[in-house]
C-alpha cells in the first residue's frame, strides 16, 4: 500500500473498491472506460448512498445504465 491508502479508513477503501466493481459493470454493460469513469466522479454521492443502502455494485451500474 502507498501511504495515501494507509492514511484511508476502512470504510472509505471498501466505498473505493466497490466503486471500481460498479465501473467494471458499467463498461460491461456499453460505457466507455473513460465514461465509467467520469460517471463514478460526477455521481460519487449518489453511488455513496447506493453502497450504504445495500447494492451491489451490479445492481448500482444497472440503475446507472437505465437513465
Do not use: H, R
Not at 472506460?33 to 455521481?43: R, V
Request: proline share 1%.
Amino acid at each position: 500500500m502507498t501511504k495515501k491508502n494507509e492514511e484511508l479508513d476502512e470504510e472509505t477503501l471498501a466505498v473505493i473498491n466497490w466503486c471500481i466493481e460498479v465501473e467494471g459493470y458499467l463498461v460491461k454493460g456499453g460505457a466507455t472506460q473513460a465514461q465509467a469513469q467520469d460517471f463514478i466522479e460526477e455521481e460519487i454521492e449518489f453511488l455513496t448512498d447506493q453502497f450504504y443502502d445495500g447494492l451491489t455494485p451490479e445492481e448500482a451500474a444497472k440503475v446507472a445504465l437505465s437513465d
